[in-house]
C-alpha cells in the first residue's frame, strides 16, 4: 500500500511483542528484512522507511542489518531524562516517540506546564516524535478548544516537535500543506470594459419612497423592533 500511494512520504513500520514472537519461533526482524527487500525498499531513496519499537534489543539487532530510520518508542509518561540514558538511546535510534502528556503535562484536563524533554533530545541529534492525535474532542486538553488542528500547531510551535502519530493523517497533513505561490497566472485578467452611461428612467404610477431615518433605516421598522424589545425584556425580568 504504501509504495503504491502517492500522497504519502513512505512508510512506518512499528514492531511490538518482539521478544513474544521470537520465543513463540517467529522471528519478526527477518520477515521485516525480507518483506522490504521484495518490496525494493532497501534500494530506493524516494521513500522513507522508518522502523518503531518499544524494545531497544530489537533495535539493537535490527541496527546492525539495515540503514532504515530506528525510532525507539517510550511507552510511558516521562517529565525529563537522564543524560547517559540518551546517550544509549542513541546507540540504537535517530528518533524518539513520546507521548503529550511528556511535552504538555495535563491537570485536570488542562496543561500544567512543559517539560525539557524534547529540546534535551533534540540537542542530542534525536528526532521527537509526539503522539497520539485525533480529531475527537475527548482526546484533547481544553486548551486547544476542542480543535484538532489547534492542538497539532500548539505542539509544533510551542513544543517545537519534529511530527506526530495521528489517527487522522489527513488532518495533520492539511496541516502540513504550505499555502500555494502566486503565480503570473493569478494576474491575467481580462481588460475593463467601457462605461455605459444610463439615464433615470421613471413610471407614471411611481410612489415615494418611504421615509427614511438619519440611519438609513424605514422609520416602519421601529414600529417593529420595539415590541420584540419589549418582549425580551419583559422575558428578562422573569428570570
Same mark, same amino acid.
Given at each position: 500500500?504504501?509504495?503504491?500511494?502517492?500522497?504519502?512520504? &513512505?512508510?512506518?513500520?512499528?514492531?511490538?511483542?518482539?521478544?513474544?514472537? /521470537?520465543?513463540? &519461533?517467529?522471528? #519478526?526482524?527477518? /520477515?521485516?528484512?525480507?518483506?522490504?527487500?521484495?518490496? &525494493?525498499?532497501?534500494?530506493?531513496?524516494?521513500?522513507?522507511?522508518?522502523?518503531?519499537?518499544?524494545?531497544?534489543?530489537?533495535?539493537?539487532?535490527?541496527?546492525?542489518?539495515?540503514?532504515? +530510520?530506528?525510532?525507539?518508542?517510550?511507552?510511558?509518561?516521562?517529565?525529563?531524562?537522564?543524560?547517559?540514558?540518551?546517550?544509549?538511546?542513541?546507540? %540504537?535510534?535517530?528518533?524518539?516517540?513520546?507521548?503529550?502528556?511528556?511535552?504538555?503535562?495535563?491537570?485536570?484536563?488542562?496543561?500544567?506546564?512543559?517539560?525539557?524533554? #524534547?529540546?534535551?533530545?533534540?540537542?542530542?541529534?534525536?528526532?521527537?516524535?509526539?503522539?497520539?492525535?485525533?480529531?475527537? %474532542?475527548?482526546?484533547?486538553?481544553? +486548551?486547544?478548544?476542542?480543535?484538532?488542528?489547534?492542538?497539532?500547531?500548539?505542539?509544533?510551535?510551542?513544543?517545537?516537535?519534529?511530527?506526530?502519530?495521528?489517527?487522522?493523517?489527513?488532518?495533520?497533513? $492539511?496541516?502540513?500543506?504550505?499555502?500555494?505561490?502566486?503565480? +503570473?497566472?493569478?494576474?491575467?485578467?481580462?481588460?475593463?470594459?467601457?462605461?455605459?452611461?444610463?439615464?433615470?428612467?421613471?413610471?407614471?404610477?411611481?410612489?415615494?419612497?418611504?421615509? $427614511?431615518?438619519?440611519? &438609513?433605516?424605514?422609520?416602519? /421598522?421601529?414600529?417593529? =423592533?420595539?415590541?420584540?424589545?419589549?418582549?425580551?425584556?419583559? =422575558?428578562?425580568?422573569?428570570?
Amino acid at each position: 500500500m504504501a509504495s503504491n500511494a502517492s500522497s504519502i512520504q &513512505g512508510a512506518l513500520i512499528s514492531i511490538v511483542n518482539a521478544a513474544f514472537l /521470537a520465543e513463540q &519461533g517467529f522471528g #519478526v526482524t527477518d /520477515a521485516v528484512l525480507d518483506a522490504s527487500s521484495k518490496l &525494493g525498499y532497501n534500494n530506493q531513496t524516494a521513500l522513507k522507511v522508518m522502523i518503531q519499537s518499544s524494545s531497544s534489543s530489537f533495535l539493537m539487532k535490527f541496527k546492525s542489518q539495515t540503514n532504515y +530510520d530506528l525510532v525507539y518508542k517510550i511507552d510511558e509518561d516521562i517529565g525529563g531524562t537522564q543524560n547517559s540514558t540518551i546517550d544509549n538511546i542513541k546507540r %540504537f535510534a535517530t528518533a524518539v516517540v513520546i507521548s503529550k502528556d511528556s511535552v504538555f503535562p495535563v491537570n485536570s484536563l488542562f496543561t500544567a506546564s512543559a517539560t525539557n524533554v #524534547v529540546p534535551r533530545l533534540q540537542a542530542a541529534n534525536l528526532s521527537v516524535y509526539v503522539q497520539t492525535f485525533s480529531n475527537e %474532542f475527548t482526546s484533547q486538553a481544553w +486548551d486547544f478548544f476542542s480543535d484538532a488542528t489547534v492542538e497539532i500547531n500548539s505542539f509544533f510551535v510551542g513544543g517545537c516537535i519534529n511530527g506526530v502519530v495521528s489517527d487522522f493523517p489527513k488532518t495533520s497533513n $492539511r496541516y502540513r500543506t504550505p499555502n500555494p505561490y502566486l503565480t +503570473d497566472v493569478e494576474l491575467v485578467e481580462p481588460s475593463l470594459p467601457p462605461v455605459v452611461t444610463k439615464s433615470p428612467t421613471t413610471t407614471p404610477n411611481s410612489t415615494a419612497a418611504a421615509p $427614511r431615518s438619519p440611519n &438609513g433605516q424605514p422609520k416602519v /421598522a421601529t414600529s417593529v =423592533i420595539m415590541p420584540l424589545l419589549t418582549v425580551l425584556l419583559a =422575558i428578562s425580568a422573569l428570570f
